[in-house]
């Protein structure tokens, strides 16, 4: 008897580690990391917006939003930083590829993709045993070596470049600028019917119902919506139909006041500074109104359009029994696009007027090829000044929403600072994975973002220390941000071409320069820029290359 007890005891001993190793990865999430293209900060309802989002809204609802997120000014930089938890100037995209200098070509970190010198956090999922899929955006590199099937997704469907039209005809967005697609490195055409949204929604259920086993798996799903052209199906044209009448004011004053009732902004805060060179809603002819309202109305409906398939994407994997054990992340990559489309390098007003059908009548279906523009630009980033391509807070302050295991919050809101390369670390972690030191023989650089696990988990309130600097360099505009200040230079005619300083937790709007009020305080910002750009490499352009001329 003493000796079977023994025995037992004994194969209870030796089996309990196998099935503490079978539990915790068990209890490894799945990631759906959902990133919308272009959108402002308060176009989604969570944050503001008259849109009607009830699936973003449900996330919210049951989740955490982050309403001091960050991100980079334009697409590929902040792609680059998401996949590597690295700065984009050290991850290959100190410029966009298609915006790069001469002085800048071939510079370490401006390699136009995502180098060598980090790993692809779907490489190391992929490695750890997660199954990674991808449907929509890429933009980190248009080479074969450089596609998605490279960089750790096992199954993928891609658009390679930053943009295009969002129907089967796959024209170009501007001149010389022919869009390419690819599943799994394979060079293929989109089918008839094509719609980019409800696509590429339709792609990324299909890769997860094609799952058999038990594994976990990191599925990204990155929509080129609302990015311009504005286009959206026939049925969806006219659900925002006399909405926007009262123009960019209205709204912009509308949205803040329910920001503040959502505690996302202050109560204290005031809608920042007008971009100059965008004329006032009251002097529009009412011709010009005619075609404004048009343009918010289509980018509305390209809004709820989105949320339309999320709901489909959640559907799913709350019949299949997946959501539970599911980790959601949804963001916008940058803030709301403020270009006109004849603005794009190597274009002219004549080349989109030659090469689209911009009839009245055809806005927003085939063919047409029109952008929200400035001043709804500037609305969707209330309360903030200016918009993407900017390093204002309009320009790279995202909303964010994290729902699910592991996130011990339920319909709460956190101000605390976090960053797109955060993200990455964060999914390591929930994964069981590490960062490596090597890979494929080589040494990579270690990431600068840092685990958003403690702040989920309820374990801690910040992400970043009270005195860490983040910075960011974009086209020679530069800023900084240390606890609630915020330096920036920013050149004319978009600002005054000398550093401004401003006090994010009063004045998110960026209206209230204390730089000479706060001398010290603006050189150790000033210094701490320094310090930022030479730790990554910045090589600032010899000529503007957001000059478009």
Same mark, same amino acid.
């Given at each position: ?8 005891? =004994? ?20 990631? =759906?990391?959902? !990133? ?20 973003i809204d449900s996330l919210a609802r049951k989740g955490l939003k982050f309403t001091n997120f960050y991100v980079g000014p334009s697409c590929s930089p902040t792609r680059s930083m998401l996949f590597s938890g690295n700065d984009n100037h050290v991850a290959g995209l100190g410029n966009m590829y298609e915006r790069l200098t001469p002085n800048q070509v ?13 790993? @692809? ?57 022919? &869009?390419?697609?690819? /599943? ?13 949204? /409800? ?13 058999? #086993? ?13 990015? #311009? &052209? =504005? ?25 803040? !006041?329910?920001? *503040? ?28 109104? *005619? ?73 927003? *279906? ?14 969707? @980033? ?29 319909? /709460? ?16 972690? =929930? !994964? ?14 270690? &990431?600068?973002? *840092? ?9 801690? @309130? ?43 937790s009063v004045d998110p709007g960026e209206s209230k320069d204390l730089s000479t009020q706060k001398p010290k305080l603006k050189q150790r910002l000033i210094d701490a820029w320094d310090e930022y750009a030479k730790s990554v490499g910045v090589v600032p352009p010899e000529v503007d290359p957001l000059s478009n001329k």
């Amino acid at each position: 008897m003493k000796q079977r007890y023994l025995t037992i005891m =004994l194969l209870a001993l030796i089996l309990t580690p196998v099935v503490g190793t079978a539990t915790e990865a068990a209890n490894r999430p799945n990631i =759906l990391l959902i !990133a919308v293209d272009d959108m402002g900060y308060s176009d989604v309802g969570p944050f503001g917006s008259e849109i009607k989002t009830p699936s973003i809204d449900s996330l919210a609802r049951k989740g955490l939003k982050f309403t001091n997120f960050y991100v980079g000014p334009s697409c590929s930089p902040t792609r680059s930083m998401l996949f590597s938890g690295n700065d984009n100037h050290v991850a290959g995209l100190g410029n966009m590829y298609e915006r790069l200098t001469p002085n800048q070509v071939g510079q370490p970190g401006y390699e136009g993709f995502l180098n060598e010198r980090v790993v @692809s956090v779907a490489s190391i999922l992929r490695d750890a045993g997660y199954h990674t899929y991808m449907a929509g955006k890429w933009h980190l590199g248009h080479e074969p070596n450089q596609d998605p099937s490279k960089r750790g997704f096992e199954r993928a469907y891609t658009m390679l470049q930053g943009g295009t039209s969002h129907f089967d005809d796959e024209w170009m967005m501007y001149a010389n600028y022919t &869009p390419t697609y690819r /599943e799994d490195g394979v060079r293929t055409h989109v089918p008839k019917g094509f719609y980019s949204t /409800e696509f590429y929604a339709d792609k990324i259920i299909k890769y997860m119902d094609e799952q058999r #086993d038990n594994k976990p798996f990191f599925a990204y799903l990155a929509f080129t919506a609302p990015h #311009d &052209p =504005l286009h959206v199906p026939d049925e969806w044209l006219d659900r925002y139909k006399g909405q926007y009448n009262n123009g960019y004011n209205a709204l912009r004053t509308r949205r803040l !006041a329910r920001m *503040k009732e959502l505690r996302i902004v202050p109560g204290a805060t005031e809608l920042g500074p007008w971009v100059k060179g965008i004329p006032q809603w009251e002097g529009l002819t009412a011709e010009q109104k *005619k075609m404004e309202i048009r343009r918010m109305e289509i980018y509305s409906a390209m809004v709820e359009n989105i949320d339309h398939h999320i709901g489909r994407v959640l559907q799913y994997l709350e019949s299949s029994g997946k959501k539970r054990d599911t980790l959601i992340v949804f963001f916008s990559d940058n803030g709301a696009n403020g270009f006109e489309m004849d603005s794009y390098l190597g274009t002219d007003e004549a080349w989109v007027e030659r090469n689209s059908d911009n009839r009245f009548s055809n806005w927003g *279906k085939r063919g047409s090829r029109i952008a929200p523009g400035p001043g709804w630009a500037q609305a969707s @980033s209330t309360p903030f000044h200016l918009f993407k391509n900017f390093l204002a807070e309009g320009g790279i302050r995202s909303p964010l929403i994290i729902s699910g295991p592991g996130v011990a919050h339920q319909g /709460e809101t956190v101000d605390c600072v976090a960053h797109v390369m955060d993200l990455a670390p964060t999914f390591l972690e =929930l !994964a069981g994975a590490t960062y490596p030191a090597t890979y494929n023989g080589k040494p990579v650089e270690q &990431p600068r973002g *840092k685990s958003m696990v403690p702040l989920l988990s309820k374990k801690s @309130s910040t992400v970043h220390g009270p005195d860490e600097a983040i910075g960011w360099e974009y086209n020679n505009y530069k800023a900084i941000r240390i606890g609630d200040h915020k330096a920036t230079w920013i050149s004319k005619p978009y600002g005054p071409s000398e550093w401004q300083i401003f006090d994010l937790s009063v004045d998110p709007g960026e209206s209230k320069d204390l730089s000479t009020q706060k001398p010290k305080l603006k050189q150790r910002l000033i210094d701490a820029w320094d310090e930022y750009a030479k730790s990554v490499g910045v090589v600032p352009p010899e000529v503007d290359p957001l000059s478009n001329k």
